[in-house]
């Protein structure tokens, strides 16, 4: 992931700046991100549009703490081996929950009680991304896994793309498609794992 997107932009202009000089870390940011990702999902589990209009709001505001954590970690100089795992692994449940509480929350529309597994299966595949890219950083080191940024986006940023759709009303669209791709993109990075699996072994 890129540490230049127009988010990180956004998160240091505004919240590291503020926060750069008290006593608020980046493991406190971090536990904030995780709290509000959960109360996101929470409102996903709801089932009702009004409430999964607040939890991709809600989300929203999780993906930008999630930026500005490593921000803050890097201008005081307070980044850490075990601040940069506690990111990913609340990366990866907030991304993993505000799936399967999407599912959850649809199984009362036409999707009906595939909802909640076509939901597991995203959620799932998210988890996965983010095991991969964590053992894919012990191989190789830190952004081991980053992938370019396209325009001051990152690929990461397509989680953005859930709050979208669910204020467009395609909840139940969304849901069906992220089954479906994100699962491939897990394949891509399992790809490029066994990729840094084999180089390692021929450097040993």
């Known amino acids: 992931m890129s540490h230049n997107t127009w988010i990180h932009r956004a998160a240091r202009a505004t919240l590291v700046r503020s926060l750069a000089a008290t006593a608020v870390t ?3 940011l971090t ?5 509000v990702g959960l109360t996101a999902a929470a409102c996903m589990m709801v089932g009702e549009q009004p409430w999964r209009v607040i939890g991709g709001g809600v989300f929203v505001l999780s993906v930008f703490l999630d ?4 921000d803050l970690a890097r201008v005081t100089g307070k980044s850490s081996p075990w601040g940069h795992t506690y990111d990913l692994i609340a990366d990866g449940i907030c991304n993993t929950l505000i799936f399967i509480g999407l599912g959850v929350g649809l199984t009362t529309s036409s999707l009906g009680i595939w909802a909640a597994p076509l939901g597991v299966v995203a959620g799932i595949a998210v988890a996965s991304i983010l095991w ?5 950083e012990e191989i ?3 952004r081991a896994a980053e992938l370019k940024s396209f325009y001051g986006f990152d690929a990461d940023d397509g989680i953005l793309l859930v709050p979208i759709f669910i204020w467009m009303g395609f909840a139940q669209e969304l849901l069906v498609v992220a089954a479906a791709v994100i699962p491939v993109v897990t394949l891509f990075f399992m790809v490029m794992y066994r990729k840094k699996q084999k180089t ?3 450097k040993k």
């Open 26 to 28: 980046p493991n406190h």
């Open 31 to 35: 536990t904030v991100r995780l709290i």
């Open 67 to 70: 930026r500005a954590d490593g």
């Open 132 to 136: 991969l890219v964590m053992r894919m």
């Open 140 to 142: 190789d080191g830190q």
């Open 200 to 202: 390692t072994g021929r």
